[in-house]
């Protein structure tokens, strides 16, 4: 079974600096979708990136970018510039992209904290 | 367009209640999900529709949830006879297609006396 780690709790980081957020998973598989999603407290989850596992190039979506490492299962989540808004639980999970399987697989998340 | 919506947003009942969640996904959304989010924790599969077809209810943790599609639209889960350890955030989300990014509402915090 597939299992996502995310070995931070929580985070904090000063307004307009940069955090690294951690996510390890596990599988056998090859062929697969990672995915950030941010949860802020009024708990709508909105997708922050997406990376599919065939691709060697980091996903970026303005501020937000990852550091996808393969052989070692990491997918860390960077966020540049931090702002206010930034301030949610941040949940890495993970997706198998064959035939037969529709569920995200989650990680326990890490509360991110932005200090002004 | 209008995103998903989930109702009601709270819900309290008394152990041994029955309750009906429902969810509105976004409109021409094939696929939609059920995840179950305990306190502190990340969200958990329940069961997914392609259209009104349930094509795996795997994660369902009992015999006392049901949930259902009928017209491949709106879909409820149903909780009979609730537990306290049913308490938690259930979440609904839908994709366009299946293997397409999920788009999750709200969610409706149950909460079992």
């Known amino acids: 079974a597939q299992t996502v780690t995310q070995s931070q709790p929580e985070m904090s980081v000063q307004e307009a600096e940069t955090v690294t957020l951690s996510c390890t998973y596990d599988?056998?598989?090859?062929?697969?979708?990672l995915f950030w999603y941010k949860q802020p407290p009024s708990r709508q989850m909105i997708l922050v990136i997406r990376q599919e596992a065939y691709k060697q190039q980091n996903a970026t979506e303005n501020r937000f970018s990852v550091n996808f490492q393969k052989a070692a299962k990491s997918f860390s989540l960077k966020i540049s510039d931090s702002q206010l808004g930034d301030a949610a639980m941040y949940f890495c999970?993970?997706?198998?992209?064959?035939?037969?399987?529709?569920?995200?697989?989650f990680g326990k998340g890490t509360k991110l904290s932005v200090i002004p | 367009g209008a995103g998903v919506s989930q109702s009601p947003r709270y819900k309290v009942a008394k152990r041994g209640q029955d309750v009906a969640l429902r969810c509105d996904p976004i409109s021409g959304h094939v696929s939609l999900f059920w995840y179950q989010q305990a306190l502190g924790q990340g969200p958990e599969f329940l069961t997914y529709f392609q259209n009104e077809a349930q094509l795996d209810k795997s994660g369902l943790p009992s015999d006392r949830f049901f949930a259902e599609r009928p017209e491949g639209s709106v879909s409820t889960l149903k909780i009979q006879r609730t537990q306290q350890e049913d308490s938690a955030v259930y979440l609904c989300?839908?994709?366009?297609?299946?293997?397409?990014?999920?788009?999750f509402g709200p969610g409706t915090r149950l909460l079992v006396l």
């Open positions: 599988t056998s598989e090859s062929d697969y979708y």
């Open positions: 989300a839908s994709s366009l297609a299946y293997g397409e990014t999920q788009y």
């Open positions: 999970a993970y997706k198998y992209s064959g035939a037969g399987s529709y569920q995200l697989t």
